[in-house]
């Protein structure tokens, strides 16, 4: 039966997902925190989610709605939302909000809030020596990692009951950015314990033996280590790391990738669907995107952003200690998107944004994800309080809806697509985006933004290499010419450039609208994807028609001399 059930399996370029025995690309969209608690609210967003095109919507479950007394669930509201997604056609991502969401533990049930002895808080350390009790859980008491794994066991075993059948629910997030807000480490006296202990040998050996494949963020960590790997074994956290918060980190990487793995096990052994968790990602150095304010905690401290959560500092600890995950999975706000999409392809894991920007700016950025790094899906946050008419991501969903089994193909084949995106000119007029350079079947590709005579438009999309000078083109403000390899070649050229209309959805079969074989390709020298309203710039023929379907095939050739 497991086969059935919803699935990652391999490809030559990482993982897909599985759903109902076919490859699902998830256009997916997360609503606000506490949305799903209710199945009356719940009714007014399905039709909203239909008419943006969103295909999975992410949810949550918290601890303290379906277990409000202990040992005693209730599933009322969970359910609504299960039939109301099933109902309109849609599948749901459910959010395990546990012991832990975004460093702090505000949806544990009030028998757990209030029972500090038998669920200690973790302490934070003050200037003086002084203790602040943390409004987070300890990790290093297990009775709130053994009830936390009892509640999410029942959820998953209700799930099975109530979905197994259906596949409306096709995975389930651990826990939400876990770590330690406030202090680079739990200072209660179990931890100080734990700290001052040697180093687990699992950890050492998996370094030692592991260091050539360990991601280059985590590396520049462990300089003291490297250079200690001989008389390491036996030490504590400081002797064998060095004193520093980067260790601290560590530390708490490790206690985090454990418990929740153990969390994770518990739910996996009773419904073994995709599990993952997500990162509330630092906001520093040459991948930060600075043109906004940092309302809330984050920087390049741990402490400042969770300490322990899954950066990609103490990634590979994650990967290692915590294998009851299929994958981690980064919150993309603020951080430099392409850039951040690869750190998380880290050991050919696969990629999915469970949160991400929601305007246009956001929604430019799915194609690198989809059409780059093979993504499962990508997901704006806060989807229900916007209106499908105003959604950026109407637009751009709409398009990859129907062009999905021709994505999916593509990405289980290495090099096979890129995505890119083209944003708004600077203010003083110049292009802050670069062209994206390929070398394809003989041929070096160039793709760019697409050319108006007036002031030039955002673009997105993605380019698909079917096949020696054959390349399919999707979406919209942007361009591509090609020169090719072949130093003999004394001519590069269209041997035709044809508009593509959708034929079949559920197959991707796809048929020639209008052959474009003149003005649309600058007389032969680009393949041009226009916006839906080009600039003129009071230039007195409109050689640029409007985008129509957005799906365009180019064929290149050459001549030897």
Not at 466 to 475: A, P, R, V
């Amino acid at each position: 039966m497991a086969s059935k059930l919803p699935h990652l399996v391999k490809t030559d370029n990482g993982k897909q997902l599985m759903v109902r025995g076919k490859p699902f690309l998830m256009l997916a969209a997360e609503l606000q925190n506490s949305s799903m608690t209710s199945g009356e609210y719940m009714d007014t967003v399905w039709p909203k989610m239909v008419d943006t095109n969103i295909n999975t919507v992410l949810g949550c479950v918290t601890w303290e709605q379906i277990e409000p007394v202990e040992g005693k669930f209730d599933f009322t509201e969970l359910d609504k939302s299960i039939l109301g997604a099933r109902k309109h056609g849609i599948h749901l991502v459910l959010l395990w909000f546990g012991s832990f969401k975004n460093g702090v533990s505000t949806y544990t049930p009030g028998w757990v809030k209030k029972d500090a002895k038998r669920f200690p808080r973790a302490k934070l350390r003050k200037a003086g020596g002084v203790l602040q009790i943390g409004d987070v859980l300890s990790l290093f008491h297990p009775e709130s990692r053994e009830a936390d794994a009892k509640a999410f066991e029942r959820l998953m075993s209700h799930i099975k009951e109530i979905d197994e059948d259906h596949s409306t629910v096709l995975m389930v997030q651990v826990e939400n950015e876990t770590g330690l807000l406030g202090d680079t480490r739990d200072g209660c006296a179990p931890a100080e314990e734990a700290f001052s202990k040697p180093v687990p040998s699992d950890l050492i050996t998996f370094l030692s033996e592991d260091w050539e494949s360990l991601h280059a963020d985590l590396q520049i960590n462990l300089k003291i280590f490297k250079e200690g790997l001989a008389s390491s074994k036996g030490g504590n956290w400081e002797a064998v790391f060095g004193k520093g918060p980067q260790t601290d980190e560590l530390f708490m990487a490790y206690n985090y990738a454990h418990y929740l793995d153990y969390v994770a096990a518990r739910g996996r052994a009773v419904y073994p669907i995709p599990l993952y968790t997500n990162v509330w990602l630092t906001n520093t150095g040459e991948d930060s995107d600075n043109d906004f304010p940092l309302v809330v905690g984050g920087g390049g401290v741990p402490g400042d952003y969770p300490s322990g959560g899954a950066t990609s500092n103490v990634l590979d600890i994650w990967q290692k200690f915590a294998p009851s995950l299929d994958f981690i999975a980064p919150d993309v706000y603020l951080t430099e998107y392409s850039a951040t999409c690869n750190r998380y392809r880290h050991r050919n894991q696969p990629l999915f944004i469970p949160e991400q920007r929601r305007d246009e700016y956001g929604a430019r950025r799915i194609w690198i994800a989809v059409g780059t790094y093979a993504a499962l899906g990508t997901s704006p946050f806060g989807i229900d309080t916007l209106e499908p008419a105003s959604n950026p991501f109407t637009k751009h969903y709409t398009l990859l809806k129907s062009v999905m089994p021709i994505i999916l193909e593509a990405q289980r084949r290495p090099d096979t697509s890129v995505g890119f995106c083209f944003d708004e000119l600077n203010p003083d007029g110049t292009d802050p985006s670069k062209p994206i350079v390929k070398q394809w079947g003989g041929y070096t590709v160039t793709i760019e933004r697409c050319f108006v005579f007036g002031k030039p438009d955002t673009g997105s999309g993605m380019v698909i290499h079917q096949g020696e000078g054959k390349f399919l083109l999707i979406g919209w403000g942007f361009q591509i010419r090609a020169k090719a390899l072949n130093p003999n070649a004394t001519f590069t050229g269209f041997l035709r450039f044809e508009e593509k209309v959708v034929e079949d959805a559920e197959t991707g079969k796809l048929r020639t609208g209008k052959w474009l074989n003149g003005d649309e390709s600058r007389s032969g020298n680009y393949a041009m994807m226009p916006n839906e309203q080009p600039d003129y710039g009071g230039f007195p023929i409109c050689v640029t028609i409007p985008a129509r379907t957005m799906i365009a095939e180019v064929e290149f050739y050459h001549l030897e001399e």
